[in-house]
């Protein structure tokens, strides 16, 4: 069992940028996958960002140059760098990893971009 919190979520104007932060119950290095998908109002969920076992960084054509992952190996974590966000990157914003062929997910955060 993997547990995964999300936080850093948050209201702000468009242009403005975000940190969020996954924080997970085991080490990171134990995952094949380690990225982010998020949900808009009404939307399916969609990937934005994923970090694969073998050092590749994959973004969404949608957050390419805007959007930065990075993992905290002493700290369990993931992060997710947004700037120049738009009303657009509006949603739920999921952590997810994928361990031995198993998904988990995180409960989420509100990242809100108000115009």
């Known amino acids: 069992q993997v547990q995964l919190v999300e936080s850093g979520g948050g209201l702000v104007q468009a242009g403005g940028s975000l940190n969020l932060s996954c924080s997970a119950s085991i080490g990171i290095s134990s995952f094949s996958r380690m990225g982010w998908y998020r949900q808009a109002p009404g939307k399916e969920r969609e990937l934005v960002s994923v970090w694969f076992g073998t050092r590749t960084t994959y973004y969404s054509d949608s957050v390419k140059g805007r959007f930065t992952l990075s993992k905290g190996y002493s700290t369990n974590s993931a992060h997710l760098q947004m700037n120049d966000l738009s009303p657009d990157d509006t949603g739920v914003y999921f952590c997810?990893?994928?361990?031995?062929?198993?998904?988990?997910w995180g409960q989420g955060t509100q990242v809100t971009v108000s115009s």
């Open positions: 997810n990893v994928l361990l031995r062929g198993e998904n988990y």
